[in-house]
């Protein structure tokens, strides 16, 4: 039956990365069958003329390269897609081939499907500027999952299928050709078995060109058909296929009579949309129908997949055989997986739902969990993710209650994010939400909200001038990337005595590393001087002698006389002492130069200058790596660092951290 999902979130495709296995995978069932295979490994599956490659098809070397597109005699000529491997990933041309050489207009992609070039080629080699593409560019070529095991390969412009591509589903059927805005234009549908149809779209409609069952061939286009068929292209295209295979998947299924004999039974055939077709060649499933002739019986349908597993079982009122979201069910419905598994439960009453609502993965796990009420989601609908995670929003009377819903992750954080743009709502916490913990006797305050956790503490430093040193830690726990530029998003001011507020500079690395500099330079030039005055002098040496002398002495002298004449004696004497002293001094200095003496000191003097230099350095060093800088945290990513703010007077000082608008506010009294 018509399953009758809501549309609650944004629809998000799942975009896989370019890899030589992922492609591997999508195309092996593909090349199950083939038209032709060669003793090398080789394939070729596609359109054939007087057994030449001609028309469209795919050729696979055994060495992992593929080619989809246009072929004549043999050789690659027209349009296509070239992938060639390139280790574990791929590189990738789309354009115009003549006789197997790239020429003409075509694009050039990397392995991550950014557009390298787009421009001309002659021989294979480009003829305009190179590289021409932008990794930013909205063309890319990339793997797109689209459900069901089926997925789009090809090139795409903001997320759109727009250009040359590839649809594989999951039973080995293919369709690729030009793609705009996730409409087909002309292609092939290549079927598992190697049976295929040549079809032109136009909107919703596509006429068949021809096909294998036409046995056509290149250059008998007389043959073709131009039979309108009805084809809905959505964009997360399942299992939609003309089925022309010869198939009997009905053959076993009772049908008509065979299991009611009195009762109506009808057989309805569908498409992947739940539009009515008129039989099981264009069908993707098909309902048996039974209406009792007995009014104690209730109307009773049984829904299969056109390979014949069931999908759906229920009770109905009426049945719309050209809309299936037109017919009218009542009572429990109950829907599979090709696999047997429940799919989905739920409830109508008169055509409406009502009660519980229950889906499904196809491995056993619920996915969507609601309530309904005459038709309108009422209560709180979950829809759980991948790991643990939900989305959650309580709704009344088919509308949400609020502007948001809730998005969970593993980890059980939470994260508001807006109905109208699906963006994420981030909210400044109250103060009330501040908690503070105690590391080693520092208290720090931190706010757990919007899936972060952010913490500071506060201490004061005299390092190259006064600041606050603010000690701060930043963990994501949500599931989204977030930004933070210490010296954008952090503001800080002071208070005094009198609630006088001035405002305080947050420093920068790049600010504050500069300041350093600039103080070890000066402290490094005074070390400089100091030490070179001092090896200047290191080869001289003074030497000082000193002489002193002294003397002393006494002579005496002792005499008498006489003298005999002629008027008598004369008689006479003496005596004499003298004494004498003195004393000498002397000094003298002799200066030598001692040039290994000299060379030594010049040696030690470099070496603590270079030893002062390289303490310098370190320091640097070690500020750099602890300050804080612009980061980008991922989910699941811790920064942890430090930023200075100027200090002067005051009782408090305020800090407040924005981040992505939500402003966590912190409180500290000056610590005497």
Not at 217 to 225: C, E, K, P
Request: charged share 20%.
């Amino acid at each position: 039956m018509l399953k009758k999902s809501i549309v609650f979130f944004t629809l998000f495709c799942t975009v896989i990365s370019l890899c030589a296995q992922s492609w591997q995978t999508a195309f092996n069932k593909s090349l199950e069958k083939v038209n032709t295979t060669f003793a090398n490994g080789d394939k070729y599956k596609g359109q054939l003329y007087n057994d030449s490659f001609e028309g469209m098809g795919i050729y696979y070397w055994a060495s992992g390269v593929y080619y989809f597109g246009d072929w004549l005699n043999g050789r690659f000529n027209g349009y296509g897609i070239y992938f060639v491997p390139e280790g574990s990933s791929l590189s990738i041309f789309v354009g115009n081939f003549i006789n197997g050489s790239m020429s003409g207009r075509g694009a050039y992609y990397n392995n991550q499907g950014n557009l390298i070039y787009s421009g001309n080629f002659s021989n294979g080699q480009p003829t305009d500027s190179y590289p021409s593409g932008s990794n930013h560019s909205s063309n890319k070529f990339q793997t797109i999952e689209l459900g069901n095991g089926s997925r789009y390969i090809g090139e795409t412009k903001e997320g759109a299928a727009n250009g040359y591509g590839i649809c594989v589903w999951e039973n080995g059927d293919l369709w690729f050709g030009n793609w705009v805005n996730w409409a087909r234009g002309k292609g092939i549908h290549l079927f598992h078995n190697a049976q295929w149809i040549l079809q032109s779209y136009s909107g919703n409609d596509f006429a068949v060109l021809a096909s294998s069952q036409d046995q056509y061939s290149s250059g008998n286009s007389n043959q073709s058909s131009n039979l309108q068929r009805s084809s809905n292209n959505q964009r997360n295209i399942t299992q939609s296929r003309s089925n022309i295979q010869n198939t009997n998947n009905l053959n076993n299924t009772p049908v008509g009579n065979n299991a009611f004999s009195q009762e109506r039974v009808d057989t309805i055939f569908y498409d992947k949309d739940w539009k009515g077709v008129p039989n099981r060649s264009f069908a993707d499933f098909y309902r048996i129908a039974v209406y009792p002739t007995n009014e104690n019986y209730k109307k009773i349908f049984r829904d299969f997949y056109i390979t014949g597993e069931l999908q759906s079982t229920g009770y109905f009122i009426s049945l719309d055989k050209y809309d299936d979201s037109r017919s009218v069910f009542e009572g429990e419905c109950i829907g599979y997986f090709k696999n047997g598994k429940i799919a989905h439960k739920y409830t109508f009453s008169d055509g409406k739902l009502n009660g519980e609502y229950l889906t499904f993965t196809d491995d056993g796990l619920t996915h969507i969990k609601a309530n309904f009420i005459n038709g309108e989601l009422s209560g709180i609908f979950t829809e759980f993710i991948d790991e643990g995670a939900f989305l959650q929003a309580e709704f009344v009377n088919g509308k949400p209650k609020d502007n948001y819903y809730i998005m969970s992750n593993s980890n059980g954080q939470l994260l508001k994010i807006s109905f109208s743009n699906h963006q994420p709502i981030w909210e400044s916490p109250s103060v009330s939400e501040r908690k503070t913990q105690y590391r080693d006797g520092s208290p720090w305050q931190y706010y757990e909200k919007n899936g972060l956790l952010i913490a500071q503490t506060n201490t004061s430093t005299n390092d190259y001038g006064k600041y606050h040193r603010i000690d701060i830690i930043v963990s994501n726990y949500s599931m989204l990337p977030i930004e933070f530029d210490p010296k954008k998003d952090i503001l800080a001011f002071s208070l005094d005595k009198k609630r006088k507020r001035k405002n305080l500079a947050v420093w920068s690395s790049d600010e504050y590393m500069k300041k350093v500099r600039r103080a070890q330079n000066r402290a490094a030039f005074a070390v400089a001087l100091s030490e070179g005055l001092a090896a200047a002098a290191a080869g001289y040496s003074t030497s000082t002698t000193n002489t002193s002398s002294s003397y002393s002495g006494r002579s005496t002298s002792v005499g008498s006389a006489y003298a005999l004449g002629s008027g008598g004696v004369a008689y006479g004497s003496y005596a004499g002492i003298s004494t004498y002293s003195g004393s000498s001094y002397t000094r003298s200095t002799t200066t030598t130069y001692n040039a290994a003496a000299a060379y030594q000191a010049q040696v030690l003097s470099r070496q603590r200058i270079a030893d002062f230099s390289d303490a310098q350095w370190n320091e640097r060093n070690a500020i750099q790596k602890g300050y804080l800088k612009k980061n980008t945290i991922y989910p699941g990513e811790t920064i942890q660092g430090y930023i200075h703010i100027t200090r002067v007077k005051g009782n408090y000082v305020n800090i407040t951290m924005k981040i992505n608008g939500a402003e966590y506010i912190y409180d500290w009294r000056y610590r005497k």
